[in-house]
């Protein structure tokens, strides 16, 4: 067997055996994030308003907890929060409140017992009026995302490897 058609197949061999590998993996990296949020990430509001939300993709349950942080590290969560299927809840002692860009740092728990967490901001008044203590932005590609692209990227390759092979023609010794 020629050294081309042995990197060839070795190639679709291990392309196919990634992708089957992270396929196989996928669905247990897949828990609940973050929907939306009301108000919304990196959002302008007038006033801050009495009650914060957010949803995410699955129900999620107990602990949980939400942080808002302004201003000056004004803290203006008011209470517990409530949480009713893919929707938590958190009222907001919102009298007084100085305007400024605030952060929603949240902390529940997804229906297969994993933690979530993340921060939300957002401004309130003029933006640049203000600016929150401690702030990270949620979000970015899961692991899963990218390992299943690279699986796919993997798999494609041995597969043209693969007709490559086929298509060319032999040389007869």
Request: glycine fraction near 14%; hydrophobic fraction near 50%.
């Amino acid at each position: 067997m020629r050294l081309l058609t042995k990197l060839v197949v070795a190639m679709a061999f291990l392309g196919g055996i990634f992708a089957t590998g992270v396929a196989a993996a996928t669905p247990a990296s897949a828990h609940a994030e973050l929907a939306s949020s009301d108000p919304a990430q990196g959002a302008a509001v007038d006033a801050l308003p009495g009650t914060v939300e957010l949803t995410f993709t699955e129900v999620v349950g107990s602990p949980a907890s939400v942080a808002i942080t302004g201003p000056g590290d004004v803290s203006v969560a008011d209470g517990d929060p409530e949480v009713v299927d893919r929707v938590l809840t958190q009222p907001v002692a919102a009298d007084g409140a100085p305007a400024g860009e605030y952060a929603m740092s949240y902390r529940v728990t997804s229906a297969d017992g994993h933690p979530i967490s993340g921060t939300v901001t957002f401004t309130v008044g003029e933006p640049g009026t203000g600016a929150a203590n401690d702030v990270s932005a949620a979000g970015g590609v899961g692991t899963g995302v990218v390992a299943g692209l690279v699986a796919a990227l993997l798999a494609a390759l041995g597969l043209v490897a693969f007709g490559l092979r086929r298509l060319v023609p032999r040389a007869r010794v």
